[in-house]
């Protein structure tokens, strides 16, 4: 998955689909917010890349709790 293809939300509720992760480090560069999380099952990292307007709706700080989906999910057969 791609880091630009990844929705995130402050629902943890809603998207039966939708990982849990802690948000761990936040980095802004230029019109993009680097976003790094840590999944609560399975403790992987995660990097998210979203718009700084995104990244002001969602008021993120580390140690929020949030859940992740997959904008276009695609599976490929063999």
């Keep these: 998955m791609r880091p630009h293809d990844i929705d995130i939300s ?3 509720t ?3 689909a ?3 992760e802690t948000v761990r480090h936040i980095g802004a560069a230029g ?3 680097r976003v ?3 999944r609560e099952d399975t403790g992987v ?3 998210a890349e979203i718009t700084r307007e995104r ?3 969602l008021a993120l700080q580390a140690g929020d709790y949030v859940s992740t ?9 063999a």
Aim: hydrophobic share 40%; glycine share 6%.
């Design 18 to 20: 939708a990982l849990v």
């Design 10 to 12: 402050r629902d943890t």
């Design 45 to 47: 990292t995660v990097d």
């Design 55 to 57: 990244f002001g709706e």
């Design 69 to 77: 989906a997959p904008y276009h999910a695609r599976v490929f057969s």
């Design 14 to 16: 809603h998207n039966p």
């Design 36 to 38: 790094e999380f840590t």
């Design 31 to 33: 019109g993009i917010v």
